[in-house]
């Protein structure tokens, strides 16, 4: 079963904050018990991961800054391997926490088992649909519309700096369905305003392997690739440190974030925070969907469903911290955005789909299976 949450809680949450450990909380507080359960790259991936951790802060009104030591509501552990999935879920089960809340596609599996054999014990896992459970709260996002935006603003920018024959980049982390909506959505965002702009895409097969992306990023863009967009998790941290040092040195190449707002990743003058090599960032709400989780098991609604959040519940966008996305961008993004909330665009979601566009490229490497 899928669903469209109508009138979801907006959240514009900038400040990154990050924990390392286990049963961080706030000690006197009341309220239900999570663990966040994170593949290999941890909350610290200044990504995905970071912002379901500030999902959880936001519920308890904590900062990284406020916390004093060890808590009882709430808690992080990260799987060095996928092997040590299904051992992390039956930890956390038989710890009974009041939600487990597991992060991405590649814990699908897994928790298939474990919840299956714990119909009492209540989950929730992000980017999944398919994992239909009465105990499993699955929640997906419209990627390709907050990344149909990023592209029409990195087009955008493109076009303001007069560049001829602009070349894009997509860098992705472990291909699949969840990954091709990013890539799907920035291509088609860029070709609206750019119909003939030449598109590269590379994946890296993992999500923590920041060396391999920016040896790509540097590679594409000495070819002259303009702007490269990654959704790799932290393996994309890679493609922003090669933007930072080549906007260092005087060239004019771009990172665009995702998930959360990297811009502060992409600072590269200390004399000067609104200098970044991160353009702009696709938002994706993550945090939203641990607030909505929370609050059910607070309220006593929790049940298994599965929830997709998008423009029109803000549940993804783009960023305009860095002052480089200029108020003219900005109006046109949010033409873009109107268009897409009322219906007259319809974002392609897979690569099957988008492939029959006319102009869109044939040769792309992403998978929607």
């Not at 009492?120 to 649909?129: A, P, T």
């Not at 750019?194 to 060396?211: H, K, L, M, R, T």
């Not at 040195?249 to 990743?265: K, L, P, T």
């Amino acid at each position: 079963m899928k669903k469209i949450l109508v009138g979801f809680i907006a959240l514009l949450l900038t400040t990154a904050a990050f924990a390392n450990g286990t049963r961080q909380g706030t000690e006197s507080g009341t309220g239900p018990t999570i663990r966040l359960l994170t593949d290999a790259t941890g909350i610290d991936d200044k990504s995905f991961n970071a912002a379901a951790w500030r999902g959880i802060l936001e519920f308890y009104g904590d900062t990284w800054q406020s916390q004093k030591g060890r808590g009882t509501l709430y808690d992080v552990v990260t799987a060095q391997t996928q092997d040590m999935y299904i051992p992390n879920l039956r930890q956390a089960t038989d710890e009974a926490y009041d939600l487990i809340v597991a992060t991405g596609f590649t814990f699908a599996d897994a928790l298939t088992e474990v919840a299956r054999a714990n119909p009492k014990q209540n989950y929730e896992i992000v980017d999944v649909d398919w994992v239909v459970l009465p105990n499993v709260l699955g929640v997906i996002f419209a990627e390709q519309e907050g990344s149909y935006l990023a592209g029409v603003a990195t087009a955008l920018k493109a076009k303001a700096d007069g560049i001829a024959n602009p070349r894009f980049g997509f860098i992705g982390g472990i291909p699949g369905a969840t990954i091709t909506k990013f890539e799907v959505g920035f291509v088609q965002g860029v070709l609206s305003v750019i119909p003939n702009a030449q598109i590269v895409d590379y994946y890296v097969n993992s999500w923590g392997e920041p060396a391999l992306a920016k040896t790509q990023a540097k590679n594409w863009y000495d070819s002259g690739v303009y702007a490269i967009y990654s959704a790799a998790g932290g393996s994309g941290n890679g493609t922003i440190a090669q933007a930072k040092e080549y906007r260092v040195a005087g060239r004019n190449v771009w990172a665009i974030g995702v998930d959360s707002d990297q811009h502060e990743e992409g600072q590269y003058n200390p004399s000067n925070p609104s200098e970044s090599a991160v353009l702009t960032s696709m938002l994706k709400r993550v945090e939203a969907s641990l607030l909505y989780a929370l609050n059910a098991i607070k309220n006593g609604t929790f049940k298994g469903e599965v929830i997709t959040l998008d423009l029109k519940v803000d549940g993804v966008g783009y960023s305009t911290t860095n002052p480089a996305i200029t108020q003219d961008i900005i109006r046109q993004v949010e033409q873009a955005k109107q268009d897409i909330v009322s219906g007259r665009v319809k974002v392609a979601a897979t690569y099957a789909e988008a492939r029959r566009l006319p102009g869109f490229p044939q040769d792309l490497h992403a998978l929607d299976q």
